[in-house]
C-alpha cells in the first residue's frame, strides 16, 4: 500500500527521451536517444551518464540497438536523417568538437523509423517504407522486403525463432517476414494504427502489438501460428499506448503511454498489475525491463529517463534466508485469499492521477453505452443478424497469408 517504485530520473537530455534500448550482455547499460540528434549511454547502478555524443543525427534518433556479436561495446543507431551509424563506446574517434565520432556510416534511400539487430549474425533490420537488411560490414543493404505498407513504423527481430522478424506500418498492417526465403509470409490488417511490437523472449511464437488509436488504448498479445484472433487483450490505459517490452522471463509486459504513465502487466491477465506515475512526468515514449527483471526504465518527452522497481513492495539489496521465507509465504497468503474483499480491494486499489481517473470514467461510460446500443439492435433485428463479436477478433479486419 505504501511502496515507492520510483528510485530515480537521469536528466541530461534537452529534448523528448523517443527512444530506448537495453544491451543483453551488460545489465548496468541503457541506451537512449532524444529528438535532438542526441544519444547517451546510462550507467543504472550509479544513475549517471557514462557516454554521449550530442549530434549523432540531423533530428530525431529513430531507434538504437546494441551490435550482437563479438563485441559488447558497439551498437547502432538510426534517425529521420537517412543514415545509420555504427558507435562505440572505446574505439569512436573524436570529431573537432571533442564528441564521439561514428566508427561506419551508411546511407538509406529514405528517413528511418526503427532498427533491431539479429542475435546471433552480424546483421541488423531498418523499417522505412520498407523492411531492408543489412549487414554491419557493409554499406548497401543485403535485400530488401515489403507487402504495400506507405511507411513502416518500427521492426523487430525475434530473439528466439532467430529467422523471423515482425513491422508494423501506416497503413494499420502487421507483418511477418522470413529471413530464410526474404519474404512477407503473413500481413494482419487491424482496425487501428499500430505503434510498436515485442517479441517474447521466452516463447518464439508470441509477441505483443500495441494499438494507439484514439478510440481504442490496448495492446494484443498474438500467437504467430492463429493470426486470426488475439491471443489475449491488455486493457486500463486511457490513451495512445506508445511502447511495449516484454521481460527477460516472458512472464510480464511494461508498457508506455500518452497518459503520462506505464503499467506492468502480467502476460496471462487481462488487467494491469501496476500504474506508475510522477506529477513531473510528460507524455511516455518508450519503457524498457531491465535485463535481470528487477528495473524497469522509461523515457518521456520531458527529456528524462527514470528508472523503477519492477515490483514496487521489493525491498532492494540482499535478503537473509529466514526473511525471504517469511515473504515469500506472505505472497502465498494473499495469492490464497486474493477474492476476498477486503484483500482484494487493498491489492487492487492505486492512486492515480486525476485526469486518469475522469478519463477512465469517461471511457467506462462509453463502452457501456456502446454495449447497449448493439444488444438492443440484437433484440429488434431478425435473429442472427446482429451476431456476437469475440473481443479478440473485433480488431482484426483482415488475415492474408503467402
Given at each position: 500500500?505504501?511502496?515507492?517504485?520510483?528510485?530515480?530520473?537521469?536528466?541530461?537530455?534537452?529534448?523528448?527521451?523517443?527512444?530506448?534500448?537495453?544491451?543483453?550482455?551488460?545489465?548496468?547499460?541503457?541506451?537512449?536517444?532524444?529528438?535532438?540528434?542526441?544519444?547517451?549511454?546510462?550507467?543504472?547502478?550509479?544513475?549517471?551518464?557514462?557516454?554521449?555524443?550530442?549530434?549523432?543525427?540531423?533530428?530525431?534518433?529513430?531507434?538504437?540497438?546494441?551490435?550482437?556479436?563479438?563485441?559488447?561495446?558497439?551498437?547502432?543507431?538510426?534517425?529521420?536523417?537517412?543514415?545509420?551509424?555504427?558507435?562505440?563506446?572505446?574505439?569512436?574517434?573524436?570529431?573537432?568538437?571533442?564528441?564521439?565520432?561514428?566508427?561506419?556510416?551508411?546511407?538509406?534511400?529514405?528517413?528511418?523509423?526503427?532498427?533491431?539487430?539479429?542475435?546471433?549474425?552480424?546483421?541488423?533490420?531498418?523499417?522505412?517504407?520498407?523492411?531492408?537488411?543489412?549487414?554491419?560490414?557493409?554499406?548497401?543493404?543485403?535485400?530488401?522486403?515489403?507487402?504495400?505498407?506507405?511507411?513502416?513504423?518500427?521492426v523487430r527481430m525475434n530473439q528466439t525463432e532467430t529467422n523471423v522478424l515482425a513491422s508494423c506500418g501506416t497503413d494499420r498492417t502487421v507483418i511477418l517476414y522470413d529471413l530464410r526465403t526474404d519474404s512477407p509470409i503473413v500481413k494482419v490488417v487491424m482496425a487501428l494504427r499500430t505503434n510498436a511490437i515485442s517479441w517474447n523472449p521466452m516463447e518464439a511464437f508470441i509477441f505483443a502489438a500495441v494499438s494507439i488509436a484514439n478510440e481504442d488504448h490496448n495492446c494484443y498479445i498474438f500467437d504467430m501460428r492463429r493470426m486470426n484472433h488475439a491471443a489475449n487483450i491488455l486493457k486500463g490505459h486511457v490513451s495512445a499506448v506508445m511502447d511495449v517490452d516484454y521481460s527477460p522471463t516472458g512472464e510480464e509486459l511494461v508498457t508506455a503511454s500518452y497518459d503520462r504513465s506505464i503499467r506492468l502487466w502480467k502476460a496471462r491477465e487481462g488487467h494491469s498489475r501496476d500504474i506508475y506515475h510522477t506529477k513531473r512526468m510528460q507524455r511516455v515514449f518508450c519503457a524498457r525491463f531491465s535485463m535481470d527483471d528487477k528495473y524497469v526504465v522509461s523515457g518521456s518527452d520531458d527529456g528524462n529517463v527514470r528508472l523503477w522497481k519492477a515490483r514496487a513492495s521489493e525491498r532492494l539489496g540482499p535478503v537473509s534466508t529466514r526473511e525471504r521465507n517469511a515473504l515469500e509465504y506472505s505472497e502465498k497468503l494473499r495469492e490464497r485469499y486474493q477474492h476476498l474483499p477486503e484483500v482484494r480491494k487493498i491489492i487492487k486499489n492505486r492512486n492515480v492521477p486525476q485526469a486518469i481517473k475522469k478519463a477512465a470514467n469517461t471511457k467506462w461510460t462509453m463502452i457501456q453505452s456502446q454495449k447497449r446500443k448493439e444488444e438492443n439492435r440484437r433484440k429488434h433485428s431478425k435473429s442472427d443478424s446482429v451476431p456476437h463479436v469475440s473481443e479478440r477478433t473485433k480488431s482484426i479486419l483482415k488475415v492474408t497469408s503467402k
Open positions: 500500500m505504501f511502496a515507492k517504485p520510483f528510485l530515480g530520473a537521469m536528466n541530461g537530455h534537452i529534448d523528448g527521451v523517443y527512444t530506448l534500448s537495453k544491451h543483453p550482455w551488460n545489465l548496468d547499460s541503457i541506451i537512449s536517444g532524444s529528438g535532438d540528434g542526441e544519444i547517451r549511454i546510462w550507467s543504472l547502478g550509479r544513475q549517471e551518464c557514462v557516454w554521449r555524443t550530442p549530434n549523432a543525427h540531423r533530428g530525431m534518433v529513430q531507434g538504437v540497438c546494441p551490435v550482437r556479436g563479438k563485441t559488447t561495446d558497439h551498437f547502432i543507431s538510426v534517425g529521420s536523417d537517412k543514415l545509420v551509424k555504427v558507435w562505440s563506446e572505446k574505439e569512436s574517434g573524436l570529431t573537432a568538437d571533442g564528441h564521439p565520432e561514428a566508427i561506419a556510416t551508411y546511407t538509406a534511400k529514405d528517413p528511418l523509423t526503427g532498427v533491431d539487430h539479429h542475435r546471433t549474425k552480424q546483421q541488423f533490420a531498418t523499417s522505412s517504407s520498407c523492411v531492408e537488411i543489412w549487414d554491419v560490414n557493409r554499406s548497401q543493404p543485403l535485400t530488401t522486403m515489403e507487402w504495400g505498407a506507405d511507411t513502416v513504423n518500427t
